[in-house]
T-cell receptor, first 114, second 113 residues
Framework: KAGVTQTPRYLIKTRGQQVTLSCSPI?????VSWYQQTPGQGLQFLFE???????NKGNFPGRFSGRQFSNSRSEMNVSTLELGDSALYLC?????????????FGSGTRLTVV | GQQVMQIPQYQHVQEGEDFTTYCNSS?????IQWYKQRPGGHPVFLIQ?????EVKKQKRLTFQFGEAKKNSSLHITATQTTDVGTYFC?????????????FGAGTRLAVHP
C-alpha cells in the first residue's frame, strides 16, 4: 500500500512569508499528526487531526495552524515565517492516533527560511 | 511538563559489539514506542510495548518496558553497519483521553566496520 506522502520535499522561503505543507496519509488512516524536527530540539509535536477535528495541540505559537479534509489529507500552514522555523516538518499517520498505535511517518518537508 | 529522557545521546561501537539505549519518563506511561531514523531519512516505527515488564524481540533487537511503566530500553546484539541511525523512544502518558506522544531526544548510533 502507498505510504505517507508529503509535498513539497524542499522549500526555501523568505522571512515574513507564509508556507503551506501537505500530507496525504495511508489510505484508511484517519489520524494525522505533525512534528517539527530540528537538531537542537528533536521531534516536537505540533498538532493532531482526527476526522477533520484538531484533537491535540503542542506548544507552538498561533502562526502554526493546520486542517484536515474529509479525505483525511492534511495541511499545515506557517505564517510570518521566522529564521527559527527552519526545520524538517514530518507528518505521521495512524489508524487510531493519539499515540495509541504506531505512527507511519512521511519523508518530510525540509523548510529553509532565509 | 511531561518529559521523556533518553541516554546516551550518542554512541559509537565496533561492528559486532552490543548497544543499549535507555528511556526514562517523568510520568507513568500507557505505552512506549520505538522508532529508527536512518541518516537523511524519516522515523520508522519499530515496536510498541504496552504491558508492565513486557519484553519483545525482533531478531537482534530486544525491547523492554519497566515494571513501573516509566522506563524502557532497546538492546541490539552484535551490531551491524545496517544498524546505523538514531533510535527514538516515544512515550504516551497515561490520561483519560487522547494524549500526545512524547519523543525522547534520540540516541545516535555509529557502527565502525
Amino acid at each position: 500500500k502507498a505510504g505517507v506522502t508529503q509535498t513539497p520535499r524542499y522549500l526555501i522561503k523568505t522571512r515574513g512569508q507564509q508556507v503551506t505543507l501537505s500530507c496525504s496519509p495511508i489510505s484508511g488512516h484517519r489520524s494525522v499528526s505533525w512534528y517539527q524536527q530540528t537538531p537542537g530540539q528533536g521531534l516536537q509535536f505540533l498538532f493532531e487531526y482526527f476526522s477533520e477535528t484538531q484533537r491535540n495541540k503542542g506548544n507552538f505559537p498561533g502562526r502554526f495552524s493546520g486542517r484536515q479534509f474529509s479525505n483525511s489529507r492534511s495541511e499545515m500552514n506557517v505564517s510570518t515565517l521566522e529564521l527559527g522555523d527552519s526545520a524538517l516538518y514530518l507528518c505521521a499517520s495512524s489508524l487510531v492516533g493519539g499515540g495509541n498505535d504506531g505512527y507511519t511517518f512521511g519523508s518530510g518537508t525540509r523548510l529553509t527560511v532565509v | 511538563g511531561q518529559q521523556v529522557m533518553q541516554i546516551p545521546q550518542y554512541q559509537h561501537v565496533q561492528e559486532g559489539e552490543d548497544f543499549t539505549t535507555y528511556c526514562n519518563s517523568s510520568t507513568t506511561l500507557s505505552n512506549i514506542q520505538w522508532y529508527k531514523q536512518r541518516p537523511g531519512g524519516h522515523p520508522v516505527f519499530l515496536i510498541q510495548l504496552v504491558k508492565s515488564g513486557e519484553v519483545k524481540k525482533q531478531k537482534r533487537l530486544t525491547f523492554q518496558f519497566g515494571e513501573a511503566k516509566k522506563n524502557s530500553s532497546l538492546h541490539i546484539t552484535a551490531t551491524q553497519t545496517t544498524d546505523v541511525g538514531t533510535y527514538f523512544c516515544a512515550g504516551l502518558p497515561i490520561s483519560g483521553g487522547y494524549n500526545k506522544l512524547i519523543f525522547g531526544a534520540g540516541t545516535r548510533l555509529a557502527v565502525h566496520p
